[in-house]
């Protein structure tokens, strides 16, 4: 399929959207009192038919969209992933934004998407599971899924093969679902054989069913992860809105509706160690701009937006913050941000390593470049004063990705009229439109450069012990991750010489994804690799390495110092003072953070060896002070 249109016009899109929201914006009634105008001023917007979607897109230069499903084979996707053998599954979110409360049934399901013809495309569909309130992700184990939909997460599986699950196990439960914006999501295998997820907001206090014995786990602001087995972990990072990625090194990064990037540098699991420590931060937003940065939408502002602006400028109805710091604009800043995802594929060419992100309230994707920043990074536009794609089609929604087994980055995308809370809709402009108009609707697409390599489908669900270690060398992370999960899952010993031989591979990513192999089989091999060339592997080394030989450690590179630091939180042996001092120095806020909850108790002797330390003490001395002799830690 042919690139639709060049990166030139996109500033002509942006351009147009500014002038249309001056049009709309004098059309609309200058007050709330005059509903019959109001009512004309709020014209229903018409969908674009699957069939044409393609001339509304504006895509940068050297890379091509296309179709890979649509109404009526899916509807409301809201996420995606390939299993072992390539077959999609999809979970649809169709009784968005309402529920029960509102006198709306559950409607969500899972559905399995097959390929029969091996044209590329999937041509016929199975509900694997229905009957769903407001599912909002997937993750895959021993033949089923984990489901995300809140209270709960299920586990489903289909034992008889006809794509149907027949064992609908509820695993955990407690999550908080007031808040249809801000439900837990985007369940992800993290390299360390933990399922993470994000929870956007609504808390919980969540018991899991299958270890009734543990006790419940509080999640208000926070993230969580959990073993298939049936234990589950708070997490720092929480607040963030649907979204969750990991990069080849196991940094994880999240999105809120308002902030492109959010990078969670510190875990709780760290601070906790240290409960009268005062910190001050564990997630860093790493974007430059800050919060509600610019975005360069081609899409008209729609109507009801540009009349609550009006209606907020006015006083008369209660506004946000962010409207009115961007200078009353309807559009034009970070609102919807959405399914942030470090690509990690081939087929879009050097993209590998690119940060994807949805703006699912102005019809666009956005793209950023992780720049190191200490112990953290900086995530640097990559298009100055345009957008990787943007749409002309408002009820174009781009709400989540997917890496996929050919390379290729995936995108859901939900086609709604509109995309919001009720709640962040006035009353008098909500009783004009329909929230659930196209809920039967919905997309898939597939983005590649413009001549990608075309690949067999993958037939891993009975592979042997050598072809799953061989996966681990593949160049696509879809491959890797999925080969690191089967090795898990099948627990073969004799996997481990095969994997082993791995940790002496050209290519960092390999090495590491063969440390957490055989960390997954019960083989720590951290040791071996912590004088590796590449930071990020001698980073996972720290990790997985015995305490023992991590008193002799000095790196310069600030993320092993960082989990270094940590490591030392883990261990009550003196040795440990004598290397949290030794990364004292120059050490930026977060490996202060990170050096002050190792202490725990060696605050004093920490602080005396840096005024004998011979380097540079006074420089540190102060902030670290500051740090390890605080008394309070706020909950996040």
């Known amino acids: 399929m042919r690139l639709v249109r060049k990166a030139a016009t996109v500033n002509n899109g942006a351009v147009l959207a500014a002038v249309t929201f001056a049009c709309v914006l004098a059309s609309v009634p200058p007050l709330v009192a005059e509903e019959p105008d109001l009512a004309k001023s709020l014209p229903r917007l018409a969908p674009t038919e699957a069939a044409d979607a393609l001339a509304t897109f504006l895509l940068q230069p050297g890379f091509k969209i296309e179709l890979v499903a649509a109404e009526p084979l899916v509807a409301s996707p809201v996420e995606m992933q390939f299993d072992e053998d390539g077959l999609l599954w999809v979970i649809e979110m169709i009784d968005y934004p309402y529920d029960k409360r509102e006198g709306v049934p559950p409607q969500g399901r899972v559905k399995i998407l097959e390929d029969t013809n091996q044209d590329g495309r999937p041509d016929c569909g199975f509900v694997f599971a229905d009957n769903l309130g407001w599912p909002t992700s997937l993750a895959f184990w021993d033949g089923g899924v ?15 093969g006809d794509h149907v699950a027949d064992v609908r196990e509820i695993v955990f439960t407690g999550f908080g679902d007031s808040n249809v914006q801000a439900l837990f999501s985007n369940l992800r295998w993290g390299p360390d054989h933990w399922i993470y997820g994000q929870n956007g907001g609504n808390g919980g206090n969540v018991r899991s069913l299958r270890k009734p014995d543990l006790p419940a786990v509080p999640l208000e602001g926070r993230d969580f992860r959990f073993r298939p087995t049936g234990e589950l972990e708070a997490l720092a990072g929480g607040r963030g809105r649907f979204s969750n990625t990991f990069d ?7 999105c809120s509706t308002t902030h492109p990037v959010r990078h969670i540098v510190l875990e709780e699991r760290l601070v906790r160690a240290n409960p ?10 790493i974007a430059p701009e800050g919060s509600a940065g610019p975005v360069y939408p081609a899409s008209p502002p729609e109507p009801w ?8 400028l006015a006083g008369d109805v209660p506004g946000t913050v962010a409207t009115l710091e961007q200078g009353s604009r309807a559009t034009g800043y970070f609102t919807g941000a959405t399914g942030l995802t470090v690509y990690r594929g081939t087929a879009l060419g050097d993209q590998y390593g690119t940060l994807f992100v949805g703006e699912c309230a102005q019809n666009l994707i956005h793209r950023r470049a992780l720049v190191p920043n200490g112990s953290t990074f900086r995530a640097e536009r990559v298009d100055a004063t345009s957008e990787f794609l943007v749409s002309s089609d408002n009820w174009f929604r781009p709400v989540n990705f997917a890496n996929g087994p050919d390379g290729a980055l995936y995108l859901c995308d939900m086609y709604r009229e509109a ?20 809920k039967e609707r919905g997309r898939l697409w597939r983005i590649t450069g413009e001549d990608p390599p075309r690949r067999e489908r993958p037939r891993l669900g009975k592979a042997d012990t050598a072809s799953l270690v061989a996966a681990l060398e593949s160049r696509e992370g879809w491959w890797r991750d999925t080969a690191l999960r089967l090795l898990y899952e099948r627990q073969v010993r004799a996997a481990v010489p095969l994997v082993e031989k791995l940790l002496r591979h050209d290519r960092p990513e390999v090495r590491v994804a063969a440390l957490w192999a055989l960390d997954g089989l019960g083989h720590l091999r951290g040791d071996a690799l912590l004088a590796d060339p590449h930071a990020g592997v001698r980073e996972q080394a720290v990790r997985l390495a015995s305490i023992e030989r991590l008193f002799d450690v000095d790196d310069a590179d600030p993320r092993v110092r960082l989990e270094l630091a940590s490591r030392m939180a883990q261990t009550d042996d003196p040795r440990a003072v004598e290397v949290l001092a030794r990364l ?53």
């Not at 995300?148 to 997460?153: D, G």
């Not at 080849?248 to 999240?254: C, M, S, T, V």
């Not at 995309?419 to 196209?438: A, F, N, Q, R």
Request: net charge positive.
């Open 146 to 160: 984990f489901v995300a939909a809140a209270p709960h997460i299920y586990y489903l599986k289909d034992t008889n």
């Open 248 to 254: 080849d090194f196991g940094r994880r990064f999240a």
């Open 276 to 285: 009268h420590l005062k910190v001050p931060a564990l997630v860093a937003l």
């Open 305 to 312: 937006r540009v009349a609550r602006t009006k209606m907020l």
């Open 419 to 438: 995309i919001e809370h009720p709640w962040s809709i006035p009353e008098v402009i909500k009783k004009h439109l329909d929230l659930t108009s196209g």
């Open 584 to 636: 004292a120095p120059g050490a930026d806020s977060w490996l202060q953070t990170a050096i002050a909850a190792a202490a725990r108790g060696r605050e004093a002797a920490l602080y005396s060896h840096g005024s004998r330390g011979t380097r540079s003490p006074i420089r540190w001395r102060s902030p670290l002070a500051t740090r390890i002799s605080s008394r309070r830690w706020p909950r996040r």
